[in-house]
């Protein structure tokens, strides 16, 4: 499975930002593609996933109610629209598969590279 991120930028503060993922390769019904973040001096946590075949969804409780991801219908996109950013959301976001089996809490198999997002005050 290969992952391509894309839409990273600079925003301001209560601004929106989608971004993309886009999966090749084989991702089985029982596996999900999701998104992490990596911001400066801080581990790598957890933002949002969705399962690939069922398509349902899990967020981190920081950016619930704000950020959504999905799943383009047809394609093996799935973006991540960000609302009401603030400073604190920004980071370097990571796209991230489960090939198969996918739980909350387990660690993804295959890493896709990251793209920046910058929210100023």
């Known amino acids: 499975v290969q992952l391509q991120a894309s839409g990273g930028g600079l925003v301001q503060a209560g601004e929106s930002l989608r971004l993309s993922c886009a999966a090749s390769?084989?991702?089985?019904?029982?596996?999900?593609v999701g998104w992490f973040r990596q911001a400066p001096g801080r581990e790598r946590e957890f933002v949002a996933a969705?399962?690939?075949?069922?398509?349902?969804?899990v967020y981190a409780n920081s950016v619930k109610g704000r950020f959504t991801i999905t799943r383009d219908s047809g394609e093996s996109t799935v973006p991540l629209q960000m609302n009401s950013l603030k400073p604190d959301d920004t980071a370097l976001y990571f796209c991230?598969?489960?090939?198969?089996?996918?739980?909350?809490?387990?660690?993804?198999?295959?890493w896709g590279q990251g793209t920046l997002v910058t929210v100023s005050s």
């Open positions: 991230a598969a489960w090939g198969g089996g996918y739980s909350v809490g387990a660690s993804p198999k295959y």
């Open positions: 390769g084989r991702i089985f019904s029982s596996g999900a």
């Open positions: 969705i399962r690939w075949g069922a398509r349902t969804t």
